[in-house]
């Protein structure tokens, strides 16, 4: 998009104010809101924010960031204020010597398609986020109480979410999204919105617009939106599968029509790495403590490292379809990710797995849940961690991984869940008090 067209839109659109929106470490989107008085100085990247004010993004001193919008990321939001309309441009973080800012994870993301470009290949993208719709108390809080007891692909009346999600379908393709499906997932007040495959870095962008307008237009229903990986004891958690297929020159190159299967050697070896470094890369793509409460066995989520044609209990699936579609599913991110790290990893891993050959081993047709310890022991299937201290130390170990992070990203990341850990640690839980409190 050109700078004339915004200016076109925004008069077309009455819009008043224009949000700067950045996205910090955790994965939380941040703006700075301008009136249209200082767009051209937005535009031209001129706006000035206080770094050390958002998680590991600055120290005091050397906290000046400044925000360069991203014309491409220019949408108006699809709620009409009486002041007029508010649109939104996502922005990249640049120091105020000009350079791109280590700890933007947007630029992080940028950096790993740079290395792909150099490989003449460009990922395309396709996530499946899920998330539980939750009804409000009388103080407008979230409960845990969900607003149905549908089921997986339920129709109304019994999947009384229906008008929301379909309200949320439609403010997200106001702003341009291409909508694939929707539906009610497995979990009662569960659901499912796909968005249509992308560019690595548009995807990313998408996923974190997406988390925002869900949350609320659920919020105008009444609802809490939340996209935390399992909110609820003994039903399904909130995965966020994500379709990949790289492409060079217009061709995908996961595909070979000579190959039995119809695979190149470039997707084998794309598998190879990212079974290789899964375990490394769980730490970003499944960030918190919450998120390996999901990752067990008997809800769905993939719990080994594994390919499989067919085989959804396999941690990468390969769809059925070939040719321009062949792709990869990588079964493990949940949407509490930042949605720009979780590319860039998994993109690396990857990218390496690649350049160094990795044979992804024979694929694993059994139901994995299924097989005995030693079953999978000699079929050399692993496990991803069990928990974010694990996945910290396989993080730690793994420096591809951590050169896609790069050392500030890192190191704040790092912080953060030791902190989140700490916390977590102090506090008496629920469970505690139920098992212990009567008897001792």
């Known amino acids: 998009m050109q700078e004339t067209d915004i200016h076109h839109l ?4 009455d819009v008043k104010f224009v949000r700067l929106q950045f996205t910090d470490i955790p994965g939380v989107i941040k703006n700075v809101s301008i009136a249209l008085e200082e767009l051209p100085r937005a535009l ?3 706006i000035m924010f206080d770094g050390s004010s958002i998680q590991g993004f600055a120290r005091i001193q050397e906290s000046d960031m400044y925000l360069r919008p ?15 309309s508010v649109a939104r441009l996502i922005c990249d973080i640049y120091t105020p010597q000009g350079d791109p800012f280590l700890g933007c994870p947007r630029n992080a993301l940028r950096k790993v398609i740079g290395e792909a470009a150099d490989m003449d290949l460009h990922l395309e993208a396709g996530p499946e986020p899920e998330f539980y719709l939750f009804l409000l108390d009388e103080k407008g809080r979230p409960t845990t109480i969900t607003n149905d007891q549908g089921s997986y692909f339920d129709l109304a009346p019994t999947d009384q979410g229906e008008d929301a999600r379909r309200s949320i379908v439609l403010a997200l393709q106001e702003m341009g999204f291409s909508i694939e499906s929707s539906h009610h997932e497995v ?19 998408n996923i974190s617009s997406f988390r925002v307008v869900t949350k609320i237009v659920a919020k105008e229903h009444g609802l809490h939106a939340t996209f935390m990986p399992k909110p609820i004891f003994g039903i399904a958690g909130s995965g966020m599968h994500i379709h990949q297929s790289l492409h060079r020159d217009g061709e995908n190159v996961f595909f070979d029509p000579e190959d039995e299967e119809g695979l190149s050697q470039i997707a084998r070896h794309y598998v190879g790495g990212l079974l290789q470094h899964a375990s490394a890369f769980t730490a970003v793509t499944n960030p918190l403590i919450n998120s390996y409460k999901r990752l067990i066995s008997g809800f769905e989520a993939p719990v080994y490292v594994s390919w499989s044609g067919a085989n959804r209990s396999a941690l990468v699936r390969i769809p059925a379809v070939r040719g321009s579609s062949t792709r990869l599913e990588l079964r493990s991110p949940d949407p509490s990710a930042n949605p720009y790290l979780a590319l860039a990893v998994i993109l690396k891993a990857g990218l390496q797995g690649i350049k ?55 190191k704040s990341f790092l912080d953060a869940k030791r902190i989140e850990l700490a916390e977590y640690k102090l506090q008496v839980h629920p469970w505690e008090l139920e098992r212990y409190l009567r008897t001792y």
């Open 10 to 13: 925004i008069k077309e659109w």
């Open 44 to 46: 031209a990247g001129g």
């Open 70 to 84: 991203d014309l491409g990321t220019f949408a108006i939001f699809p709620w009409k204020g009486e002041k007029g």
């Open 187 to 205: 979990g009662p007040g569960q659901h499912e919105i796909d968005f249509k495959h992308a560019g690595a870095l548009r995807t990313a962008d």
């Open 356 to 410: 160094d050959e990795i044979d992804p081993g024979p694929q694993t047709y059994d139901n994995i849940y299924n097989m005995t310890q030693g079953d999978r022991k000699n079929a050399g299937i692993e496990k991803l961690p069990e928990n974010i201290v694990e996945a910290i130390e396989k993080l730690e170990k793994d420096p591809v991984i951590c050169d896609a992070l790069g050392e500030h990203i890192l």
